[in-house]
């Protein structure tokens, strides 16, 4: 599911780099898995904090997962939040891998809130340029 | 090892809004070290040990430039906590009592000076991409550290079933201390259980009244062995114990450590009353850092006065109320209402009550608690008592 970016696009976005290319580019739930130990990890790092291992798969996780917490925010803090307040910011357990919290907004909830317990389906925003990397793709996460 | 050293000397600038100071970062300093070194009835050149931290957010003064400016003696002992912010003040006095207690430096300088007309907190930096954990949060809107402690504070009352009056009471304590404190930004600026309602949100489940202010300011201090405090001119704030911690895997990004929701504290509370010998019920009077309310409510709970269950019980009824409330805290008025000198005012606060001269004195004080963090793990205790332990 594609959609508009929740919040304006001249909010910064992420640098991209070998470790979280998978999460950021591909326009799907990627988490990152040690190639020696099998350990899960997010946000991904050039370590794995079970092994030590430098090694890793991307591997698909699922769409959907739940509210696990979130805030409304009233008070900009960006010049580009300005006229985007109030806006939510969700954190999500993913269904699978189990436990995995990611970080994201949810779009097309009433009046822009959230609850914890909503079970939601991930979608992303079509893609965001910046000069010399790879366009990236935002979590955006809606209700189910 | 602990009970060895003690604070003799306070200093402190007058504080101002953020970008209202008439002096720089380095005047600041200058003028809290200069003022402490006096009350501790020691000279320039007694100094031989520094203690401060900073952010990628400030002007950095450097040690071994600001020894030689104020007329230091030989810097045998400069070192920075590291890892966040107000999460460090009273770590930074727990590294000068280990200086002191080891015998690296006899008399150290431990200070904070802010100037956010040089450089200004509480924003995102204004950058087209974002890297590190910033990737993982800026470009969501969680920006700031008002909203990441939102979301840490919105669990945890879910999860514990934490009323909005629970962190009203935070608010309230500290603007009634505020009123006693001539010194307070928020001095003549009391604050009603209606207003901090009416309040508008800056990020659920915080209200204006619920965050702190962001200032300029400089505060110091100068620690000391306990036996040079015995010839001290001012009543010395032995240094019990400091701890400390995080949980282990507090450290990791994006809520993904095993203690979400919580200050990630409970290792620092067990340390900490293991170091003094002592219970959360022996506490006379508590400073505890409130970059926002939600911070002060887990740090309650982690360091084991009451359960997160009966917070709500706990924190009502005036029990954070100097003089006579079960637990005053903020009795300066805090980060929220005196000056957010990222929390190392506090600390400056918890001596004064152990020396009898707070403007809202809590009777018989003998063990004053300094608690910085949590929320940015690791956090950090100080205990002080009257009585050399
Ligand atoms: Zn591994």
């Known amino acids: 599911m594609k959609s508009q970016r929740y919040l304006p696009d001249a909010l910064p976005v992420p640098e991209v780099n070998d470790v979280n290319r998978a999460f950021f580019t591909s326009g799907e739930i990627r988490i990152q898995t040690c190639q020696a130990c099998g350990s899960v990890q997010h946000p991904p790092l050039e370590l794995c904090c079970t092994c030590g291992g430098f090694a890793f798969d991307y591997i698909a996780g699922q769409s959907s997962g739940t509210v696990c917490s979130y805030t409304i925010v009233h008070h900009p803090t960006h010049s580009a939040l300005a006229d985007a307040v109030p806006y939510n910011v969700v954190i999500v357990e993913l269904d699978q891998p189990p436990g995995v919290r990611v970080i994201g907004n949810l779009v097309g909830g009433i009046e822009n809130r959230a609850e914890i317990g909503q079970r939601v389906v991930a979608g992303w925003t079509t893609p965001i340029e910046r000069e010399g990397q790879a366009p990236v793709q935002l979590l955006q996460w809606h209700p189910i | ?389």
């Open chain 2, 1 to 389: 090892m602990h009970g060895r050293a003690a604070v003799v000397g306070l200093g402190e600038s007058t504080y101002y809004r953020p970008g209202r100071s008439p002096h720089s970062a380095l005047q600041l300093a200058a003028t809290a070290i200069r003022a402490a070194v006096a009350d501790a009835g020691l000279v320039m050149a007694d100094i031989d040990g520094l203690v401060t931290w900073h952010t990628p957010l400030d002007t950095s003064l450097r040690s071994a430039n600001l020894a030689s400016w104020l007329g230091f003696g030989n810097l045998r002992f400069a070192a920075n906590p590291t890892s966040g912010g107000g999460n460090l003040s009273a770590a930074a006095v727990g590294l000068a009592d280990a200086a002191v207690t080891a015998g690296y430096a006899n008399n150290v300088v431990v200070y904070r000076s802010l100037n956010q007309g040089e450089k200004r907190y509480g924003r995102s930096l204004d950058e087209e991409v974002v890297s590190d954990e910033n990737a993982y949060r800026t470009p969501f809107g969680l920006g700031a550290p008002a909203a990441f402690n939102a979301v840490l504070s919105t669990k945890y009352m879910h999860d514990h079933g934490v009323r909005q009056d629970a962190l009203a009471e935070i608010a309230l304590a500290s603007y009634a201390h505020a009123q006693n404190n001539p010194r307070a930004i928020m001095y003549g600026k009391p604050l009603t259980r209606e207003q901090y309602h009416a309040s508008r949100w800056i990020a659920e489940p915080f209200h204006l009244y619920d965050c702190c202010q962001e200032s300029d300011g400089a505060c110091a201090m100068v620690v000391t062995s306990s036996e040079r405090a015995a010839d001290a001119p001012q009543h010395p704030a032995f240094i019990q114990a400091s701890a400390n911690g995080m949980v282990p895997d507090g450290g990791l990004w994006g809520f993904n450590d095993g203690a979400f929701p919580s200050g990630r504290y409970r290792p620092v509370g067990e340390e900490l009353w293991q170091r003094a010998g002592v219970r959360p019920t022996d506490i006379d009077v508590a400073q505890f850092y409130e970059n926002f309310t939600g911070t002060t409510m887990m740090a309650i709970a982690d360091l084991g006065f009451c359960e997160p269950g009966e917070l709500n019980d706990f924190l009502a009824d005036g029990r954070l109320r100097a003089p006579d409330g079960g637990l005053p805290i903020n009795t300066s008025g805090g980060n929220l209402a005196e000056a957010y000198i990222h929390g190392l005012q506090l600390v400056n606060e918890a001596v004064r009550q152990v020396r009898n001269e707070s403007v809202n004195q809590v009777p018989h004080v003998e063990l004053s608690l300094s608690v910085a963090g949590p929320g940015t793990p690791p956090g950090s205790t100080v205990l002080f008592s009257r009585s050399r332990p």
